[in-house]
């Protein structure tokens, strides 16, 4: 029991130097990604549901977020996608009301989340998925809910062309079906993980994190991922392309 304690103090003293480390870095040049943004939620008084595997719970920005417009938020409720809460409105700013997940791949990582631009995967499975569909040269995983972020977009221009609005309903479709098979992967990812930590009931977020960073690698999640993607007859052809995408990655 202490031992995790020591561990959570760890993680809290590695996320401000992390703060400290970004803010320095983001006076100098371009803006802050998700990826260091979410070291600026305070997300350490929230859970992970056991049922739906989704963090819930109340959350804040940490003290250097200051508000920026008179109607942003600077703390609120999650609530997760099982629970029956009280409803709410949308969070000022949000496109949804969610401030973090966790990696859609190896459920490994909280994520930054809440706009429709969010990525659903950690760095290192991002550039697995992204190696993955530019092998394929089409979108078998999904990185995102947004159908831009997979280069589908329709010009006003074409509004009057048949086939490119066919072309283009095609591939938010099989986007859409792309996004549905992700979520059912997500959730077996943090049932899974729940099991390595024999665990069957709801955990506070930085205890899963601390048991998941004892997770030796990422790949053997997205591995499995890209087996649950893949049809039997296809399986032959992903693990020919796995093995190129290995050397790619490290
Ligand atoms: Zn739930
Ligand atoms: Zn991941």
């Given at each position: 029991m202490f031992k995790r304690k020591d561990e959570r103090q760890v993680l809290a003293e590695v996320k401000k130097r992390k703060r400290k480390k970004i803010i320095k870095l983001r006076k100098k040049q371009g803006c802050m990604t998700e990826y260091e943004f979410?070291?600026?939620?305070?997300?350490?008084a929230m859970f992970v549901c056991f049922a739906c595997g989704r963090p819930y719970g109340p959350w804040k920005y940490e003290p250097e977020v200051k508000p920026t417009y008179p109607e942003s938020i600077t703390a609120e409720y999650q609530n997760c996608y099982c629970k029956k809460r009280r409803r709410q409105k949308k969070w000022p700013i949000f496109d949804f009301n969610e401030i973090v997940t966790l990696c859609?791949?190896?459920?490994q990582e909280v994520l930054k989340s809440g706009s429709r631009w969010s990525g659903w995967f950690c760095e290192d499975c991002k550039e697995s998925v992204v190696v993955l569909n530019t092998f394929f040269q089409r979108?078998?995983?999904?990185?995102?809910?947004?159908?831009m972020m997979h280069g589908y977009h329709l010009k006003g221009q074409d509004i009057h062309d048949k086939a490119k609005i066919e072309n283009y309903a095609a591939n938010v479709n099989q986007l859409f079906s792309g996004i549905h098979h992700l979520d059912k992967w997500r959730k077996r990812i943090i049932k899974e993980n729940f099991k390595l930590f024999e665990i069957s009931k709801d955990i506070s977020l930085v205890d899963y994190l601390v048991w998941a960073s004892k997770i030796p690698t990422k790949l053997v999640a997205f591995h499995k991922m890209c087996s649950f993607f893949i049809k039997p007859s296809g399986r032959d052809r992903l693990g020919h392309h796995l093995q190129k995408i290995q050397k790619v990655i490290k």
């Open positions: 979410i070291h600026f939620v305070h997300y350490e859609y791949c190896c459920g979108t078998i995983i999904p990185i995102g809910r947004h159908s």
